[in-house]
């Protein structure tokens, strides 16, 4: 499974190490996704969903159910 968020769309970007010597070396900077286990009432079950953190604090000001219509809008499963 790639490291992307459902929500949001954030997805790992690449970029350069920097040693105390100035060396670069080629790094990816992953977003914090996390697992979450949300109660849908309007289908009555839980769903699963991979959030970013940044995600999951817009899930708890718009609510589950506003974040699965965006998610479902996005073309992704829930």
């Not at 009432?41 to 609510?63: C, F, M, Q, W, Y």
Request: aromatic share 6%; proline share 5%.
């Amino acid at each position: 499974m790639s490291a992307h968020c459902q929500l949001t769309g954030v997805r790992p970007v690449f970029g350069k190490k920097i040693s105390h010597s100035h060396r670069r070396t080629p790094r990816r900077f992953d977003p914090n996704i996390q697992n979450k286990r949300y109660w849908l009432p309007s289908e009555s079950r839980h769903v699963r969903l991979k959030l970013s953190a940044r995600a999951v604090k817009t899930v708890d000001v718009i609510g589950v159910e506003a974040a699965v219509v965006r998610i479902r809008a996005r073309g992704e499963r829930v």
